[in-house]
C-alpha cells in the first residue's frame, strides 16, 4: 500500500513532518533516536572523563570516535560501532558492580 501525501503549506512545518512521518517506518525512527542516544551517552562520558570511574585518555578517544562512526549512515560502519559502544557501556557498569560488591 503506497503511503498517502499530503497537501504541503509552504509556511507550516507541521504539515511537512506529517508527511515525513507517514512516509518513514516508526521502527526507522526508533532505531535513529537509539543511535541517538547511545552516541550522546558516550559523548557525554568522553567529553566529562566519567563513567561510573575516571576514564583514561585512550578511552575518552574511543568513545569519541565511536559516537562519530554510530551517527555514520552507512551501516556498515555504524553497526559494529554500536555494538562496541554497547559493549564498552556494559563493561563500565559491571567493572562497577564488582567494586561496589567486592
Known amino acids: 500500500m503506497a503511503p498517502t501525501i499530503e497537501r504541503i503549506d509552504t509556511g507550516c512545518a507541521s504539515n ?43 578511552d575518552s578517544a574511543i568513545r569519541f570516535a565511536l559516537a562519530a562512526m554510530i551517527m555514520s549512515a552507512n551501516p556498515w560502519i555504524f553497526g559494529p560501532a554500536v555494538l562496541v559502544g554497547l559493549f564498552i557501556c556494559a563493561r563500565a557498569r559491571l567493572i562497577h558492580i564488582q567494586k561496589v560488591e567486592g
Open 16 to 58: 511537512l513532518m506529517r508527511v515525513l512521518i507517514s512516509l518513514t517506518a516508526p521502527g526507522a525512527l526508533l532505531g535513529l533516536l537509539a543511535k541517538v542516544i547511545l552516541a550522546l551517552y558516550l559523548l557525554a562520558s568522553a567529553l566529562a572523563q566519567f563513567d561510573f570511574m575516571r576514564l583514561k585518555y585512550w
